[in-house]
């Protein structure tokens, strides 16, 4: 049965948050297992649901790119041939971006903004449940290309033209990855629609745009950006599935079309995607210093100033990927993409300003928050060097490139992700994570990834192209590669660490109780796992910690600043 | 609502001004066409919200007023469906739509009877609530 939800003003609340009133629940019949998996348009589940299938494909391309540095480990080496090699290093890239970055935060977008804003769901909860199959979908159609008789598509994540017309890259497996890619983006708009209007229509009495957490702030952000992005990706998908097929020449110069415009199309999705990749995980580390610092975030208004400021900016910046084409206006993409390191360096400001003078609790997650700020701060320099046309036209498609998105994507995102698994942990399931293990997973998994990417700039100014599978040993660059590769397999190692700590965890952690980080935020004012529609009774709602100002009234968060 | 609005106009003005900026300096038609759009789908949104905030007459809503009472907000919040199989049926008829553009023409009908029972499933679902 469903249930509409009503707002009572009830009698005072027994212990509870003083004279508030209460949100009465009309409880419906939950299915269990299988059937709820499918069924449930609870957006916690939907969002668990999310998590685990991103975090699955987060294993799956993590174990192609160690199959990768396994290839580069020594020159000359057959381990792969180059076609596998290079459907891994495509498919590696399309999962890591489509099916893991994005959608692990849609995931925490389900979860925890409803809870944030102390909404009872989501605004239209069975459109959330078909846009999880729609991004389900995608991932296993993009999958299913590897059983085919040419393999997956093997023309690089960004699928230039003209190598993905028919002619260049027959099969199957090349239409699996335009299919795949245009569900997972039908999925991602319709999120997007979701989670805003949730946060423009169900917010709690009080909860005025400016209290809203940081995190849900970012995430808004981000759906907006998802809402210019995707579907600019799949009309370019559609495009290059005509061409494909239905023999038009948007992108094939044979016919008078313009592979340019793919790489247009393609980069005004995605560069908008690396900030939508890049946002949510920001949110999670302010959320995390924040609580762990036990003080409110440090320049609130100017943290959404900074987020919306880089949303802003970074649609139009798309070009700095295109640079070497001589087809883009220079100084323009320069000059926005060195501006959008402005609005990053205040969010740095004000993570350092949160923690300073804090107590600061140094658990998992704040440690992999800290690692992030290291990673993320080296990526962010590279780029900005990038950003820079002259030495751009160097350092184009070499080892560099891969260096500096490495570093921001496995500092934001993977960094981020770990972040937010390790604090909501306990929320998900109402147990926690074993601190120990989590911590020795974040050292291996820290030092992995310097030693795998920062050789990597050595090897790009050394001349190593991206994308190569081999490499002659007079090239000078036996020992970086294989420090890199050494690094590739302890990320893994570390990772699984954190796999078995979340196996364990799920049936055999410790109970963790409502509000086991003395969080700030709504979310914690519920019971660990919440209830179906969230609330009992919700906090009085008078600054952007409502949580705090309830359960510390001699440190009120001050208003206004 | 005010706030909202004032947000997505701003995204519409902001994507306005890159679009001219960009579009005569560049002279190239596919990013100015795409920033023309963006702004456009932004500030189709925002006249939504502006007209819904005149429809209220500017009177706030509870979320949108500082020192609003959980009680200000009594009453009917939403409707959120039970459990349903259906979004999981067009979810399925989607893939096989997908896979129809891939192996041609079989799939279009799996996929169809999915799709179509589906929505009919949705929609009936989203009635019986009338009742």
Known sequence: ?561 | MRFEYKLMMGAGVFLATICIIYGFWSQEATGTVLLLFGCAAYVLVAVYLLMQWRRRQGVDRPEDRMDAEQSDGAGEVGFFPAASIWPAAIGIGGIFAGVALIYGTWYWVIAGVFIFGGVIGFTVEGEAREE
Not at chain 1, 13 to 38: N, Q
Not at chain 1, 122 to 129: C, S, T
Not at chain 1, 275 to 289: H, K, Q, R, S, W
Not at chain 1, 429 to 438: C, K, N, S, V, Y
């Open chain 1, 1 to 561: 049965m469903s249930a509409t939800q009503e707002r009572l003003a009830p009698p005072r609340a027994a212990g509870g948050y003083g004279p508030e009133p209460l949100l009465e629940i009309i409880p419906s019949p939950r299915p269990r297992g299988l059937v709820k998996f499918i069924t449930s348009t609870d957006h916690k589940q939907i969002g668990l649901n999310y998590m685990v299938t991103a975090f699955a494909a987060f294993l799956v391309a993590g174990i192609m790119a160690e199959l990768m540095r396994t290839q580069l480990i020594v020159p000359d080496n057959h381990f792969l041939v180059a076609d596998t090699y290079n459907q891994l290093v495509t498919m590696h890239g399309t999962i890591m971006l489509f099916v893991f970055g994005g959608p692990f935060a849609f995931g925490l977008a389900n979860y925890i903004v409803p809870l944030q804003i102390g909404a009872p769901d989501m605004a239209f909860p069975r459109f959330n449940n078909l846009s999880y199959w729609l991004y389900l979908g995608g991932f296993v159609v993009m999958m299913f290309g590897f059983l085919t008789n040419n393999g997956a598509a093997d023309f690089g994540w960004f699928g230039y033209a003209p190598l993905t017309e028919a002619i260049h890259s027959p099969g199957p497996g090349a239409d699996m990855w335009v299919v795949g890619i245009a569900l997972t983006g039908f999925s991602g708009i319709f999120t997007a629609v979701n989670v805003i209007t949730t946060v423009f229509t169900l917010r709690a009495p009080g909860m005025v745009m400016f209290r809203m957490p940081i995190f849900t702030w970012n995430q808004l952000v981000t759906m907006f950006l998802v809402l210019l992005a995707f579907p600019v990706l799949t009309a370019a998908m559609a495009l290059l599935w005509c061409d494909r097929h239905l023999t038009t020449h948007f992108y094939a110069p044979s016919g008078g079309g313009q592979p340019i415009l793919w790489q247009n199309l393609f980069w005004f999705f995605g560069h908008p995607e690396v900030y939508i990749l890049a946002l949510p995980y920001f949110g999670v580390v302010t959320e995390v210093i924040s609580t762990m610092s036990k003080k409110p975030v440090f320049g609130y208004k100017g943290m959404v100033a900074a987020t919306l400021s880089i949303g802003g900016l970074s649609m139009g910046v798309w070009a700095h990927h295109m640079y070497t084409t001589g087809a883009v206006l220079l100084p323009f993409f320069a000059a926005l993409s060195l501006l959008i390191a402005v609005p990053t360096g205040i969010k740095f400001f004000n993570w350092i300003g949160t923690m300073w003078q804090g107590v600061i609790t140094l658990s998992t997650s704040m440690l992999f928050c800290l690692g992030f700020l290291g990673l993320f701060l080296l990526g962010g320099i590279t780029g900005v060097m990038l950003a820079e046309p002259p030495l751009d036209f160097q350092l184009h498609d070499t080892y560099f490139v891969i260096a500096h998105f490495h570093y921001v994507m496995i500092g934001a995102t993977a960094f981020g992700a770990f972040a937010a698994i390790y604090y909501w942990f306990p929320k998900f399931t109402g147990r926690m994570l074993d601190e120990r293990i989590g911590r020795i997973s974040f050292a291996i998994i820290f030092i992995g990834v310097n030693l795998t990417f920062f050789p990597q700039h050595d090897l790009g100014l050394r001349g190593m192209q991206r994308r190569i599978f081999t490499y002659s040993s007079f090239e000078g660059w036996n020992f970086l590669n294989l420090l890199s590769s050494i690094g590739a397999y302890l990320i893994g190692i570390g990772t699984l660490f954190t796999v078995i700590n979340l196996i364990m965890s799920v049936r055999q952690g410790r109970i963790a109780g409502d509000n086991p980080w003395d969080g700030q935020t709504l979310e914690w004012a519920t019971s660990s796992p919440p209830p179906e529609h969230n609330f009992e009774l919700l906090p009085p709602i008078r600054s952007e910690r409502p949580l705090w100002d309830a359960n510390h009234p001699d440190q009120l968060t001050e208003v206004g600043h």
